[in-house]
Every structure is written in C-alpha cells, then in structure tokens.
C-alpha cells in the first residue's frame, strides 16, 4: 500500500526522524493560510500524488508569499499531473502540502527496502540526490552506496557512519547523519514497509540533515498489525479495477496491453505475461485468481478482466493443484454467459479435473479456443487479440 508524501513524513517524525514544518491544504485559501503560519520567507507548494517526478511535471512551486502560495495551489490544485510514473494518463491533484522553505546546501538519497538476492535489507545512499535513483544506478552505479543489514541486530552504528562517509558529509555532522539514518530504519522496520525513500536527504547551509522528500510503501501483509494505516489508503490514486479486485481478494494490476490474463499463481502468471511478450503481444494485467480460488472468485476476476475496454482477447492458464479446472471453467462459463463476452478467449487447463474442465469449455456453447501448451496458447491468443 501506497501513501502521499505528508503522511509518510507523519509517520517518520513518530521515529524521530526531521522533516520540514508543513501544512496540508485543500484549497487556495488553505494554502494561503497555511504559508502565513508557517511565516517562513519562502514556501514549497507540493502536490500530493502516489508518483516520483513531480516538480519536473509543474506539481512542486515555491512561493515567496501567502498571496502567491495561493495563485500556485489554484493553479495546481485540480490539475493533472503526467510524470514519468504516472503514465501518460497522468494523476488529478486533490491535496498539496505546504511546506517551509530551507536554506539548501547538498543533497543525497537515501533508501531501504529488501534485498531479494541476499534475503536481507539494505540500506542505499548516494550523493546524487534529487535525481531518479533509477538513472543513477543505471548510468552511475558506482554512486550508490550498499549496506545490507543483519535482522538479528538491526542497522549498526558503524554501517549509518560508514554510510555518511561515503557520501561525503561533514565530518562534524555525522553523527547526526548516524542518527538520522537509525531513526529511518527503526521507522521502516516498526511501519513494517516494503520501500522508504528520502529523496532528497537535505543538508542544510545551517547544518541540519533533513529528509525534504519521503515515500513509503507499506507491506500488505503487515496491514493487520497496523489499523491505523488503512485509514491513510487513498482509493482516488489507485486503479478502480485494482480497488475492486481487492475487495475480492484477487491479486491484479492493470498494464497497457490488450490482452488480458486469468492464472492461478503468481509465478504462473509472470511466465504467462513473458510468454504473450515471447510472442509478440502485450498483457493488460498481472492477475493471479490464487491457488485456492472459489468460483465466485473466478466470476468475479473474469469480470474484472472483460471491465477493461483496452483487452480485445483472454488468456486463461491454469494448473489445477488445489484449484479444480472444473471448478475454474464452471467460473468463466458462468462469467461469459452472464456478461454476453464478445471477444476470443483462448484456454489452457492442466492438472486436477483437467478432462472435466475441457468438457465445460468445450460444451460451454461460447467458441472458447482451446491450447495444448502454453506456447501453443499465447500463439493463439496474439493472433486473436490482433
């Protein structure tokens, strides 16, 4: 789960780490009065969206007045801004965040997620803040500074230090440097998240560090032991079909191709979308109907799939383990017949019932193209789709 920028600083400033004053507005009015209480000479209009690149896109302006903080947050306010993580489509800006200007002198990235490869967590810094860390570590992989964290003990105090080191920050703020970054990772294990980014980690011409930017990313299955958090989902930033897959416990995210995918099982459904690709098409979704799914949730994911305008045909590929493929085809019958499906739907069964399931498809009435293998299926279903 995502959340805007003004509460993962909340949350952070819980842990002890420093962020700037700031004030959430609205409206221009808000905004207004939120620069004259903060009464500092310049003010950051920031528009709060799930998505990076946001000052490149015209969602963060600086202010030198109340008067102007309002002129800025009606410009921004209602508007839609594209990022190169938006998508063209771009994102409506509903809320800003009104922030104090500070005296800037350097600036760094800081990160921690999981490591994947070693199965731990690792903290990342780079002195090439302000920038996308993807470009960094693309085009300057030597920048970015590695940590990899032992869970039994938690961030060390010598890593935080050799961590500061390496990005070159004074010598008589380190240990500040130390504590923030120990107060950030208490954060990111206490919060349970997936992601904390501070970009940039400011460094101040005063001598503060500073995080000015934070994104945090929370693990969903964690949620339970976090109540609180659930109030802080904003169901305006996320995907209307993915809102509603959710509610039926179905794993799907919405891509930009036209054909769409139903798999039970994540590792199937990654094969099944590199497959469409191998064959010269391009998946609509990532979606994974799981390995114990009902036939209500079968109906319902099918529904969710044809709700996309942008998918001209379907791929259904599943591997009957504790799912039945009986149960599976029974689903999408039922499913089709009920939304009138007009587009080809191409599917491969294997495993419990497999026989069963082919003999519903087959017998289903609705012209369902059958596939042998999944090669042989997603030959079928870019030719359909096309």
């Not at 938690?154 to 970054?181: C, D, H, T, V, Y």
Request: charged share 25%.
């Amino acid at each position: 789960m995502k959340i805007h920028e003004y509460q993962g600083k909340n949350i952070l400033k819980e842990y002890g780490v420093p962020v700037p004053r700031g004030i959430v507005a609205r409206s221009p009015e808000e905004a207004e009065a939120a620069a004259k209480e903060l009464g500092t000479d310049i003010v950051v209009v920031k528009a709060q969206i799930h998505a990076g690149g946001r000052g490149k896109g015209g969602g963060v302006k600086l202010a030198k007045s109340p008067d102007e903080a309002k002129e800025l947050a009606s410009q921004i306010l209602g508007m839609t801004l594209v990022t190169h993580q938006t998508g063209p489509e771009g994102r409506l800006v509903q809320t800003l965040l009104i922030e104090e200007g500070l005296p800037i002198d350097k600036e760094f990235y800081l990160g921690i997620t999981l490591d994947r490869v070693t199965g731990r967590n690792v903290m990342m810094a780079s002195s090439a803040g302000g920038m996308d860390i993807e470009k960094v570590a693309e085009e300057t992989p030597e920048l970015i500074l590695k940590e990899t964290i032992d869970p039994a003990v938690g961030l060390r105090g010598f890593q935080a230090r050799k961590l500061a080191f390496g990005l070159g920050i004074p010598n008589e703020l380190i240990g500040q440097a130390s504590k923030f970054m120990l107060a950030l990772y208490e954060a990111y294990v206490g919060s349970d998240a997936s992601l904390v980014e501070i970009n940039p980690f400011l460094l101040t011409t005063d001598g503060r560090l500073i995080a000015l930017d934070a994104k945090l990313t929370f693990d969903d299955n964690a949620l339970f032991r976090h109540k609180g958090f659930i109030d802080l989902r904003d169901l305006n930033e996320e995907e209307p079909l993915e809102i509603e897959a959710s509610k039926h416990d179905l794993n799907y995210i919405k891509l930009d191709g036209n054909i769409g995918c139903m798999v039970n099982g994540a590792g199937l459904a990654m094969a099944t979308m590199d497959i469409i690709k191998l064959a010269g098409g391009e998946p609509a979704n990532f979606l994974d109907v799981g390995g114990g799914a009902s036939q209500e949730r079968v109906e319902q994911a099918f529904k969710i799939l044809l709700a996309d305008q942008n998918v001209k045909a379907v791929l259904i590929n599943i591997f009957g383990g504790i799912v039945r493929c009986d149960m599976v085809a029974n689903g999408v019958v039922a499913a089709a017949k009920n939304l009138g499906v007009s587009i080809p739907i191409v599917a491969r069964l294997e495993g419990t019932n497999v026989e069963e399931g082919r003999r519903v498809l087959s017998e289903s009435g609705i012209g369902i193209i059958p596939a042998t293998g999944m090669a042989d299926a997603a030959a079928k279903v870019v030719a359909a789709a096309g």
